[in-house]
Nanobody, 115 residues
Framework: VQLQASGGGSVQPGGSLRLSCAASGSIFSPNTLIWYRRAPGKQRELAASISSDGRTNYADSVKGRFTISRDNAKNTVFLQMNSLKPEDTAVYSC??????????WGQGTLVTVSS
């Protein structure tokens, strides 16, 4: 399985971005797709996750601003990020988990929030 992330970029505070992560290859259920992020000088943290049956989980810092969704027919997960803040600046990576184990990592995509 390979994951291809896209959608990062630079945006002003208050702006929006939509990240995508497309999976290719055989994907088995149940599974969970996760968006991690690593801000400069900080540890990696889970931003959001979504299971194959649609259950979602968010970091407290992004609740109400980020929305994770998936298109199972296209094996793609999305992260809609609204009301972005400078502290959301990070490299965002997608990960496919199967039975709690990482199966594949996508390359990171940089999100920069700055005025």
């Amino acid at each position: 399985v390979q994951l291809q992330a896209s959608g990062g970029g630079s945006v002003q505070p208050g702006g929006s971005l939509r990240l995508s992560c497309a999976a290719s290859g055989s994907i088995f259920s149940p599974n969970t797709l996760i968006w991690y992020r690593r801000a400069p000088g900080k540890q990696r943290e889970l931003a959001a996750s979504i299971s194959s049956d649609g259950r979602t989980n968010y970091a407290d810092s992004v609740k109400g601003r980020f929305t994770i969704s998936r298109d199972n027919a296209k094996n793609t997960v999305f992260l809609q990020m609204n009301s972005l803040k400078p502290e959301d600046t990070a490299v965002y990576s997608c990960v496919l988990m199967h039975w709690g184990q990482p199966v594949a990592w996508g390359q990171g995509t940089l999100v920069t929030v700055s005025s």
